[in-house]
């Protein structure tokens, strides 16, 4: 047993540490390439840091057989993506976060609700009515959203000029980086792969690992998915999120967990494209229609919140931040009581 968490840890630490280093690297690619940290964080940042929900779900259907493992950490994932926005709402002080987000980021976010309801629909319909052979249809539409959402985000948030001229006032200016501005663009790139590798790695260990201790503790899959698993595949969000909002990079961390959110969706459309014994939305607990009720509405949370500016804040967290951590308690009980 305590080989298993020794186990378990190692993953997380490996994670951690190659979290940390994508995000460093991934702004060096941004900067170098003079693409922006929009693109870097819907994209280079938040597909990379999304690789552990990816190689996790694969492996979870594909070797190891835990469709619950799959779906609980890739709706859970969502949860804590989300509550890291409340973290860096109690760290910019006196002024709301979200007042200096670009609000052409409702878009994106917009994007990430139209997903995740898609994903709601198919635990429902797919439990209810037990008529769909092989795949729920809208795990094939998912990745066609995805691509079109993606090529929106980027495009409307190039060029929005009065709102960057609004969020530029409302910044802190972003601390210096002589170290990264030394660092060449191809060992950015090469120390990006390397970083990739090292996630990919303790991803495909994780849920085989998860599964015994589930087993072992008692706990159950869904709650060992959507707590335990999706918590860790979260680290590589939470350190790359927290170094992007240290460096001032406040719309890197944002679109960061947005765009992880839209790349946790198309990770459960693929799972559910490879799950061969039909819809894997029929092969797990209803329990996890409740995580993606509540991810909705979290993520409508923060579309106010972005759409409402000057947000006055209760201790030194805005109404949102309150609301987020009201979801992710009551996420936690609802998987703690029926998972």
């Not at 980086?177 to 790695?201: C, D, E, M, N, T």
Request: glycine letters at 8%.
């Amino acid at each position: 047993m305590i080989w298993l968490w020794v186990e378990f840890l190692a993953c997380a630490a490996v994670i951690v540490a190659a979290g940390y280093f994508l995000v460093r690297f991934g702004d060096v690619i941004a900067e170098r390439t003079g693409l922006g940290r929009l693109w870097a964080g819907v994209i280079l940042i938040a597909t990379a840091t999304s690789l552990p929900e990816l190689f996790t779900g694969v492996s979870s259907v594909l070797i190891f057989d835990v469709p619950d493992i799959a779906v609980g950490s890739l709706l859970g994932s969502c949860v804590f993506n989300l509550l890291l926005l409340v973290i860096l709402d109690f760290a910019s002080k006196k002024r709301s976060f979200f007042d200096g987000v670009n609000p052409a980021y409702i878009v994106e976010t917009s994007f990430s609700l139209v997903m995740v309801a898609i994903v709601a629909l198919g635990l429902f319909l797919c439990n209810a009515l037990e008529c769909f052979p092989w795949v729920w249809p809208g795990s094939l539409l998912i990745p066609i959203i995805y691509v079109f959402a993606v090529r929106v985000t980027v495009r409307e948030g190039r060029y929005p000029p009065y709102t960057q001229e609004m969020v530029a006032r409302e910044e802190p200016k972003p601390k210096k980086r002589s170290k990264q501005r030394s660092v060449s663009l191809g060992k950015a790139i090469l120390g990006y792969s390397i970083s990739a590798a090292f996630v990919i790695g303790a991803a495909i260990w994780l849920p085989g690992v998860s599964d015994k201790i589930a087993e072992s503790t008692g706990l159950g899959s869904s709650f060992v998915g959507g707590i335990l698993v999706a918590l860790t595949t979260s680290l590589p969000e939470i350190v790359t999120t927290l170094t992007a909002f240290r460096i001032g990079a406040a719309e890197m961390a944002f679109s960061n967990i947005i765009g992880s959110n839209m790349f946790n969706m198309l990770i459960l459309g693929i799972d559910d494209m490879l799950y061969v014994r039909g819809p894997i939305f029929s092969a797990v607990s209803g329990v996890h229609l409740a995580t993606a009720i509540i991810v909705m509405g979290m993520t409508g949370v923060v579309i106010t919140a972005l759409a409402v500016r000057k947000q006055r804040k209760f201790l030194r967290l805005s109404w949102a931040s309150w609301v987020l951590v009201a979801g992710f308690l009551l996420n936690t009980l609802i998987l703690a009581l029926l998972g």
